[in-house]
């Protein structure tokens, strides 16, 4: 029985784990999306009761293995060049403010543009904020973006771009590369004309993704053999 609990948990671990790098690899072209980063958890002992007319105890079972991601890698992307006035990229650890109608949420995409009320905004049309809490307005003419994230016009500053780095413990994705999680004082440089990509490194998670294929495929034949076992096993039993 054992077995066969364990076998099944290891199951639903690697599907968990193939969801992830199935995943990393259709976004691996998004911008500033960050890869999943598959932990080892320890699963509960479970009891197992005889189901019936009398309910009995007759076990206990413990399994370990790999679990859905609890966190995101913050490693570094590759940042490419587009001469952009309006994309912004952070070179290093970092990530810009949005707001969304949840709340402040953190980007590494910097695909920003002017509204027509002359404010930037990300991809999905949210305002970027500036360390204020307040829309960036950048108006209509030609603006500058310095390295810290102020941001000058005509030799006057508009404002300064709210950044910060994110601790990776608690780290959220909300889609369509958005996050939330807990700020912490902003160490990258801001990069104007530039956007960042993905941090998904692409070999690593198509040899993952082929690990945890041939795993599901183990365990699978593991739990058809245990299954099989006990069924024999209970066609010998002799009942009182």
Do not use: C
Request: proline content about 6%.
């Amino acid at each position: 029985m054992d077995a066969l609990y364990t076998a099944a948990a290891g199951l639903k671990a690697q599907t968990a784990n193939l969801n992830l790098a199935a995943a990393d690899l259709a976004d691996r072209a998004s911008l500033g999306y960050l890869a999943a980063v598959p932990e080892d958890i320890a699963y509960p002992v479970v009891t197992i009761v005889r189901a019936g007319r009398q309910p009995a105890v007759v076990g206990t079972a413990v399994a370990t293995g790999v679990a859905a991601a609890t966190r995101y890698s913050l490693a570094p992307s590759a940042v490419e060049s587009t001469g952009v006035a309006t994309d912004l990229a952070v070179s290093g650890p970092g990530f810009f403010a949005v707001r969304t109608p949840q709340g402040v949420a953190w980007t590494r995409d910097g695909r920003f543009h002017r509204t027509p009320a002359g404010w930037l905004a990300d991809a999905q049309g949210y305002p970027v904020l500036t360390t204020a809490g307040t829309p960036l307005v950048v108006g209509q003419a030609p603006f500058t973006v310095s390295a810290d994230g102020t941001v000058e016009a005509g030799g006057q500053i508009l404002g300064r771009l709210a950044l910060a780095d994110l601790a990776p413990q608690g780290l959220t994705s909300l889609g369509q590369g958005l996050y939330r999680g807990t700020p912490l004082p902003f160490t990258g440089e801001v990069l104007q004309g530039a956007v960042d990509g993905s941090n998904v490194p692409v070999t690593a998670t198509i040899s993952r993704l082929l690990s945890a294929q041939a795993a599901y495929q183990a365990l699978a034949g593991l739990v058809n053999e245990e299954s099989q076992r006990l069924g024999e096993a209970a066609g010998l039993a002799v009942l009182p």
